[in-house]
């Protein structure tokens, strides 16, 4: 059987076009081997409307109607940057988007996928400026507004982001372990995988008196990327590079 492959965090954007050639790369051969190719949150680092048709998106676009259409599964989970991707994307695309957080069954293993930020539960500020921003109607008065305004409200929010980020401690920023609990218990999870923190590790631990473990998906950089493969075998991380 073959694997199932899981990425985040990749942040694509006109310009980061050596990571947009990487991903690409990905998706014209391993992503064809893999029986699905899970995408758990920021594939874009700014996504402002499925109607941005900027380079390179609608190139994107097109590498991932290939690959569904090859017949490789592509699931579209929303991320902290990309959480207006829309449905228009995802028709265009031939990806099914994913409810954060999702159940899945992998290899006889029930597995919760999430984006990971819903887990950083110690960073009040962002889950307060998360549940404002997420309200469909802020959503929506967003994408009335034109292109170039939402393009320049993007960019604004990426260099409040930037700072905000650098104020704060990292054990802010990280997984708050009883919040991973509580998620596992709620859904009866025994393997969590998740993106969002840019801090990718294997995580064994106990719950509830049995094994359980946290996958955690790494950021991609430039040239470089990783993808984790889930197969009935186990799972291995594997790097994706530009040729």
């Known amino acids: 059987m073959p694997a199932i492959l899981f990425i985040s965090d990749l942040h694509l954007a006109p310009d980061r076009l050596v990571t947009v050639k990487c991903f690409l790369g990905l998706l014209r051969k391993r ?92 960073d009040v500020p962002y889950q307060k400026f998360r549940r404002r921003i997420r309200n469909p109607v802020a959503r929506r008065l967003f994408l009335l507004k034109p292109l170039p305004k939402r393009r320049t409200i993007a960019d604004d929010y990426r260099w409040k982001s930037g700072t905000a980020i650098a104020e704060k401690t990292p054990a802010i920023m990280d997984v708050h372990q009883q919040t991973v609990e509580e998620y596992m218990r709620r859904y009866s999870a025994r393997r969590l995988i998740h993106g969002h923190t840019h801090r990718p590790t294997d995580h064994t631990f106990m719950l509830d008196g049995s094994p359980a473990i946290r996958l955690v998906l790494a950021e991609w950089r430039a040239d470089r990327g990783e993808v984790l493969a889930v197969s009935g075998k186990g799972w291995q991380r594997e790097e994706v590079a530009t040729a």
Request: aromatic fraction near 8%; glycine fraction near 8%; hydrophobic fraction near 40%.
């Open 31 to 122: 992503a064809r081997e893999a029986q699905a190719l899970y995408i758990l949150g920021d594939l874009f680092d700014a996504w402002i409307g499925d109607d941005d048709a900027q380079p390179p998106y609608p190139t994107i676009r097109a590498a991932l109607h290939k690959l569904t259409d090859s017949g490789t599964s592509c699931y579209l989970m929303h991320g902290n940057r990309d959480f207006l991707i829309g449905r228009t994307f995802a028709r265009d695309t031939g990806c099914t988007l994913l409810a954060d957080p999702t159940l899945v069954d992998l290899a006889g293993t029930p597995t919760l996928l999430m984006h990971g930020d819903l887990l950083c539960t110690d």
